[in-house]
Nanobody
Framework: QVQLVESGGGLVQAGGSLRLSCTAS????????MGWFRQAPGKERQFVAY????????FYTDSVKGRFTISSDNAQNMMYLQMDSLKPEDTAVYYC?????????????????WGQGTWVTVSS
């Protein structure tokens, strides 16, 4: 089974940038796509962004549109999340995940494999 590992999290000041990476241990292009989710303390896991493997479509939650960019390199089994203009409310653990063919792209139940998460802390 494919395993996912996130990296690139850390502490940044408001207005700053971070780039998260997700490394897959095997092929992910057989799945429809991959996504990023985040979970702040005491809150539910929230959809952030999704990229479709076949057509390259991307989707974002409204609060990150224009600030975050999702991308992937299928040949290298990598996915990225470029986060610019970060805000304190972006503070959370960020997870990458692999979607299964029958799942919704914007719900945690739509994903079959998850990474362990990486912390992003944005100070004001």
């Amino acid at each position: 089974q494919v395993q996912l590992v996130e990296s690139g999290g850390g502490l940044v000041q408001a207005g700053g940038s971070l780039r998260l990476s997700c490394t897959a241990s095997g092929r992910t292009d057989r799945n429809p796509g991959m996504g990023w989710f985040r979970q702040a303390p005491g809150k539910e896991r929230q959809f952030v962004a999704y990229i479709d493997h076949n057509r390259g479509y991307t989707f974002y939650t409204d609060s990150v549109k224009g600030r975050f960019t999702i991308s992937s390199d299928n040949a290298q089994n990598m996915m990225y999340l470029q986060m610019d203009s970060l805000k304190p409310e972006d503070t959370a653990v960020y997870y990458c995940a692999l979607r299964w063919s029958g799942g919704s792209y914007d719900r945690p139940s739509g994903y079959i494999v998850w990474g362990q998460g990486t912390w992003v802390t944005v100070s004001s």
